[in-house]
């Protein structure tokens, strides 16, 4: 089990341009999870999709879309990329059940806006 | 509003010298409380799961316990393998399986 992957590791945009990253899970769980981590600011969620074919918006949408495009793959892109976007960002994951589950988080992508 | 705070927002303990990391949230009606651990450059790895007041739960030297209003993680005889952030998070009262994060502890054990 590889658990969440990530792509890429790191990324480095001019502002305007546009990319999407990239995550995976294998571990057959309905809810993932996208967040930005900034320092002195934690952990923010940007979108989550409770199951296949549904998104809602976190507590940081605004500058990103994002696709559930099966059970396994959660993508987030960024269409015109400013310098504010600049930061670590974390896919998630976890099981079907209560709301109180456990997420599980991939490795990052650290992305600089230039 | 929903709201997690963890102090102190950094620990330096020497090796052996034993200390405890709090976590108070707000959240109406609490369906589990999260500890995790946070290497740099990484990922938050999932540590443990409380649910209920006077629940403990144990791993190597960390302990982590739960109240009605806060929860501590305590850290016996650290080594500096322990040094990391850690997190801990509930979820929120829209009972959607979102996790309200708090801003973590940066622990950092000295030889």
């Known amino acids: 089990n590889a658990g969440v992957t990530q792509t890429p590791k790191f990324q480095v945009l001019k502002t305007g341009q546009s990319m999407t990253l990239q995550c995976a899970q294998d571990m057959n769980h309905n809810s993932m999870y996208w967040y930005r981590q900034d320092p002195g600011m934690g952990l923010r969620l940007i979108y989550y999709?409770?199951?296949?074919?549904?998104?809602d918006k976190g507590e940081v949408p605004n500058g990103y879309n994002v696709s559930r495009l099966n059970k396994r793959e959660f993508s987030l892109r960024l269409e015109s990329a400013a310098p504010s976007q600049t930061s670590v960002y974390f896919c998630?994951?976890?099981?079907?059940?209560?709301?109180?589950?456990?997420?599980?988080f991939g490795p990052g992508t650290r992305l600089t806006v230039l | 509003e929903d709201q997690v705070t963890q102090s102190p927002e950094a620990l330096r303990l020497q090796e052996g010298e034993s200390s405890s990391l709090n976590c108070s949230y707000t959240?109406?009606?609490?369906?589990?409380l999260f500890w995790y651990r946070q290497d740099p450059g990484k990922g938050p790895e999932f540590l443990f799961t409380?649910?209920?007041a006077g629940e403990e739960k144990e791993k190597e030297r960390l302990k982590a316990t739960l109240t009605k209003k806060e929860s501590f993680l305590h850290i016996t005889a650290p080594k500096p393998e322990d040094s990391a952030t850690y997190l801990c998070a509930v979820p929120d009262s829209s009972n959607t399986g979102k996790l309200i994060f708090g801003q973590g502890t940066t622990l950092q054990v000295k030889p």
């Open positions: 409380l649910y209920s």
């Open positions: 998630a994951s976890s099981p079907p059940g209560l709301a109180g589950v456990e997420q599980f």
């Open positions: 999709s409770a199951s296949e074919g549904t998104t």
């Open positions: 959240v109406s009606g609490l369906r589990g």
